[in-house]
Nanobody, 127 residues
Framework: QLHLVESGGGLVQPGGSLRLSCAAS????????VGWFRQAPGKRREGVSC????????????DYADSVKGRFTNTRDNTKNTVSLQVDSLNREETAVYYC????????????????WGRGTQVTVAS
């Protein structure tokens, strides 16, 4: 069975940091592009970052939404079959459930193209 499990969320003060992880079981995460998405209450799920696979046509390069460039870092650890998202300098508007999702092949790393989702991890930014 295929599973994605996010962890590392929590309560953090404005300006604080967290390290989110996405662990896969039942399949090899490096066979897919892996995206991080977030959904705030009452809002649509939005893409935050995506890291390509590192073989074939993929270059292993991470891309970021403009709003998080310079503050978020998306990395793979293929030995652990995980992807991590370091999130720094968080602000209150970034309170959301953060999800990882995998995209097969050359499809765009967007919500509509995700093949498998994790259940998410809650990030709350508050004083």
């Amino acid at each position: 069975q295929l599973h994605l499990v996010e962890s590392g969320g929590g309560l953090v003060q404005p300006g604080g940091s967290l390290r989110l992880s996405c662990a896969a079981s039942g399949f090899t995460l490096d066979d897919y592009a892996v995206g991080w998405f977030r959904q705030a209450p009452g809002k649509r799920r939005e893409g935050v970052s995506c890291i390509n696979y590192n073989h074939g046509y993929g270059d292993g390069h991470p891309d970021y939404a403009d709003s998080v460039k310079g503050r978020f870092t998306n990395t793979r650890d293929n030995t652990k079959n995980t992807v991590s998202l370091q999130v720094d300098s968080l602000n209150r508007e970034e309170t959301a459930v953060y999800y990882c999702g995998v995209v097969r092949g050359a499809a765009a790393c967007v919500v509509a193209s995700v093949n498998y989702w994790g259940r998410g991890t809650q990030v709350t930014v508050a004083s």
